[in-house]
C-alpha cells in the first residue's frame, strides 16, 4: 500500500538558520508531489509541486526552495529562516481522486 | 481570484443534528475534481469524500454525502447525525489539471466545525 513520511513533526527554529523538511512516499512511482504551508486557523497554501525528477514549479514567491533528488523524494528548505516562515508545512502526494498526506512538520521560528 | 470558497469561518450544531459546510468553486476546466477534508486538532488532513466533474450521483461515504451542484459551481458537504468526533476544520479542495505541469490540487480556507453536546 502507499504511505507518505514526513518529519520531523516539529522543529524550533532561530531566525537566519537554515531549514530542511524531508518527505519521501512508497509504494508508487512517479508520484506528484506537493508542499503546502497553513498558517495559524487558515487554510493551505500551496509553495511547491513537483510531477518528477529534478522538476519543481513554485507557486508563490518565497524564502523557501525545494528539490526532488529522487523519484519518491521530495525537500523543502531555507538557507536563512524569517520570522514570517512559522507555520504547519504539509506534503502531500496526489493520485486521480485523493489526495495523501503527511503527518505535517509544525515550525517555529523564533 | 478565489478559486475555492467557504464563507463560514466557523459553525455550531447540535450532536445528533445533521450540519451542511458551504463551498463554492471556480474554473473553466471542463474536467475536475472536489474533495473535502477534515483536519483535526492533531493537524492530519484525513480524506473525506471525492465527487468528480462528470460524475452524474452525488458522492456518498458513510455519514458523509457531498451536494454536488454542478450550474451553481458548488460542491457543499454534507454531515448527518452529528458527532462530537466531527468538531475538527474541514476544508474544500478542487483538482484542476494544468497541462504538462499534471493536476493542482487547490484549497479553502476552511470552516471550523463545533459539535455541542
Known amino acids: 500500500s502507499q504511505t507518505i513520511h514526513q518529519w520531523p513533526a516539529t522543529l524550533v527554529q532561530p531566525v537566519g538558520s537554515p531549514l530542511s523538511l524531508e518527505c519521501t512516499v512508497e509504494?508508487?512511482?512517479?508520484?506528484?508531489l506537493y508542499w503546502y504551508r497553513q498558517a495559524a486557523g487558515r487554510g493551505l497554501q500551496l509553495l511547491f509541486y513537483?510531477?518528477?525528477?529534478?522538476?519543481i514549479s513554485s507557486e508563490v514567491p518565497q524564502n523557501l526552495s525545494a528539490s526532488r533528488p529522487q523519484d519518491r523524494q521530495f525537500i523543502l528548505s531555507s538557507k536563512k529562516l524569517l520570522l514570517s516562515d512559522s507555520g504547519f508545512y504539509l506534503c502531500?502526494?496526489?493520485?486521480?481522486?485523493?489526495?495523501?498526506f503527511g503527518q505535517g512538520t509544525r515550525l517555529t521560528v523564533v | 481570484a478565489q478559486k475555492i470558497t467557504q464563507t463560514q469561518p466557523g459553525m455550531f450544531v447540535q450532536e445528533k443534528e445533521a450540519v451542511t459546510l458551504d463551498c463554492t468553486y471556480d474554473?473553466?476546466?471542463?474536467?475536475?475534481?472536489l474533495f473535502w477534508y477534515k483536519q483535526p486538532s492533531s493537524g492530519e488532513m484525513i480524506f473525506l469524500i471525492y465527487?468528480?466533474?462528470?460524475?452524474?450521483q452525488n458522492a456518498t461515504e458513510g455519514r458523509y454525502s457531498l451536494n454536488f451542484q454542478k450550474a451553481r459551481k458548488s460542491a457543499n458537504l454534507v454531515i448527518s447525525a452529528s458527532q462530537l468526533g466531527d468538531s475538527a476544520m474541514y476544508f474544500c479542495a478542487m483538482r484542476e489539471a494544468r497541462g504538462n505541469a499534471g493536476n493542482m490540487l487547490t484549497f479553502g480556507g476552511g470552516t471550523r466545525l463545533m459539535v455541542k453536546p
Open positions: 513537483s510531477v518528477g525528477i529534478g522538476q
Open positions: 465527487q468528480g466533474s462528470y460524475d452524474e
Open positions: 474554473t473553466s476546466d471542463q474536467s475536475y475534481g
Open positions: 502531500a502526494w496526489r493520485p486521480l481522486d485523493r489526495a495523501f
Open positions: 509504494g508508487t512511482s512517479n508520484p506528484n
